[in-house]
């Protein structure tokens, strides 16, 4: 018997809308480039819990111009402009990323708009990726002071540390096309939608009980996820509270200056 839709709720950072057993999951911060905040984190965890019980397949989603720019700068700004310490969410976002690897069903990440930094960890933390041909993802948290630490686990599982590496050092986005070669995606098209909907036809034979033993079968074949957790979490705490980082993030928002522009 199919169990029954969850109940109605509403958001402050998702579009969320259950058919069937498919959940898809939108991110919509639309006024800050969907980047990553506390409530978004604790809202896809709300969500992916209902999805145990409700969704054999899951359908993370951004915007037709941004999937997700990553860290939420503007409230590093403001935080430090009140003098209060950077409250991190490594763990909380470590552990959501580690939840749509290794949950009890398909995590399918539909990808319309730019990926960037944190973004590219909700992509590679997912079971199948579908990407629009004119997507580009990148990482260009070094040219901040930073480096991809939660993001670097998930994205080398994909497409190997050397060009995890590759993309880490250079901080310039690749595109589409590259990012299906390197396994990043799992297929292109100009009509990414059509894409989904032939995805979505074929997922939909697949029981949820038979996903959910398949996803903790290969989640214990390769556990190096969550062995890689605590030395991801120690260094982006770190690096989120080193001053001058902090000071430099503080400097872009107020004038658009990278921090080696003086």
Known sequence: MQAASPPHRDYQTLRVRFEAQTCFLQLHRPDADNTISRTLIDECQQVLTLCEEHATTVVLEGLPHVFCMGADFRAIHDRVDDG????????????????????????????????????????????????????????????????????????????????????????????????????????????????????????????KPAVAQYKKYASELGGQLLAAMPRAISANEAMFSDRATLEAIHRYVETGRLPWET
């Not at 399918?108 to 960890?121: D, E, I, S, Y």
């Not at 009509?191 to 995805?199: I, M, P, Q, V, W």
Request: proline fraction near 3%; aromatic fraction near 8%; charge should be positive.
């Open 84 to 207: 209060r310490r950077e409250q991190g969410n490594a763990e909380q976002l470590y552990r959501l990323w580690l939840r749509l690897a290794t949950g009890p069903y398909v995590t399918l990440a539909h990808v319309q708009g730019k990926a960037n930094a944190g973004g590219l960890g909700f992509v590679a933390a997912c079971d199948i990726v579908l990407a629009k041909a004119e997507v580009q993802f990148s990482l260009s948290e070094l040219l901040f002071g930073l480096f991809p630490a939660c993001v670097m686990p998930f994205l080398a599982r994909r497409i190997g540390i050397q060009r995890a590496h590759y993309l880490t050092l250079m901080t310039r986005p690749i595109d589409a096309a590259q990012a299906l070669s390197w396994g990043l995606a799992d297929a292109v098209d100009a009509d990414s939608e059509k894409l989904l909907r032939l995805h979505l036809r074929r997922l939909r034979c697949l029981s």
